[in-house]
């Protein structure tokens, strides 16, 4: 099985609440992939499908079993290990931008 990575991304969503000007705010998205390189390639098409915008990834870090992560990231991680072709999306955690 291929790791699992964390990716923290910063987006714009659309999403009910904000469907037209959309919702700046902060994502993790946890999946299965080779390498980092092939994790963001793998969460920017996802993203693009829901036609959401990255205007920058954060972090790209490889799941370390040895990490406590919180409850939610921990539940994602699970998924994952279950079904590798999951891309699994965490809370947006939205502001207000400038």
Not at 27 to 40: F, P, R, T, Y
Request: glycine share 6%; proline share 5%; hydrophobic share 45%.
């Amino acid at each position: 099985m291929e790791p699992i990575w964390v990716v923290l991304l910063e987006v714009v969503a659309f999403i009910d609440s904000a469907p037209t000007k959309g919702k700046v705010g902060f994502i993790n998205a946890v999946l299965s992939a080779k390498d980092a390189a092939c994790a963001e390639s793998s969460v920017r098409k996802v993203l693009a499908g829901y036609e959401w915008q990255i205007l920058g990834v954060g972090d790209i870090s490889r799941v370390d079993p040895n990490n406590v992560y919180s409850e939610e990231i921990s539940e994602i991680i699970d998924d994952v290990l279950k079904n590798p072709q999951y891309v699994r999306l965490a809370t947006l955690h939205s502001y207000k931008p400038n």
